[in-house]
């Protein structure tokens, strides 16, 4: 007898993309260390569910409670595996990304985590700029100049 496979399918677009690239920029980690769940909040960590949200804003523009947890019940096998974990059904409900927010709204965790995150993710460079000469032959201005690739360096 011929065994019968049932195949899922789940639209995820980006969302691997920016899961990752905002797991890099260690956005969960530092939700999690300004944020503290209370005793009974089981499942997925406040980092992670803020996290998951924040690129599904990214990929969507749209930044309703609702509307995540729309994607989440057609995309928790994907997402379980990118994040990492299992995750249930009641995991983006109303009431966790309400105390999510109310969290995070509070005027000292606000800035500390946009200090932190600012820290961790602005990355800056010193650049001498050097005139460039165009193609008809006149000598640039700084305002035309690149930025010097050894970064000021001795050769």
């Known amino acids: 007898m011929k065994e019968e496979r049932k195949v899922e399918t789940e639209r995820i677009d980006d969302l691997p993309v920016l899961i990752e690239w905002l797991k890099q920029m260690k956005v969960d980690a530092i939700i999690d260390d300004h944020t ?3 005793g009974l909040w089981g499942g997925i960590s406040k980092g992670l569910l803020g996290m998951t949200w924040i690129a599904h804003m990214i990929m969507t523009g749209d930044h309703r409670k609702v509307r995540l947890n729309e994607m989440l019940q057609g995309n928790r096998r994907s997402l379980g595996v990118m994040l990492g974990c299992e995750i249930r059904e009641s995991e983006f409900n109303d009431d966790r990304l309400g105390r999510l927010l109310t969290d995070l709204g509070r005027g000292e965790t606000a800035e500390d985590i946009e200090r932190e ?3 961790h993710c602005i990355r800056y460079y010193s650049a ?5 000469q165009s193609i008809d032959g006149d000598a640039g201005s700084a305002g035309n100049a690149s930025p010097d690739p050894t970064g000021g360096r001795e050769q």
Not at 128 to 132: D, S, T
């Open 128 to 132: 001498r700029l050097a005139a460039v």
């Open 36 to 38: 503290h769940a209370h």
């Open 117 to 119: 995150m600012s820290a």
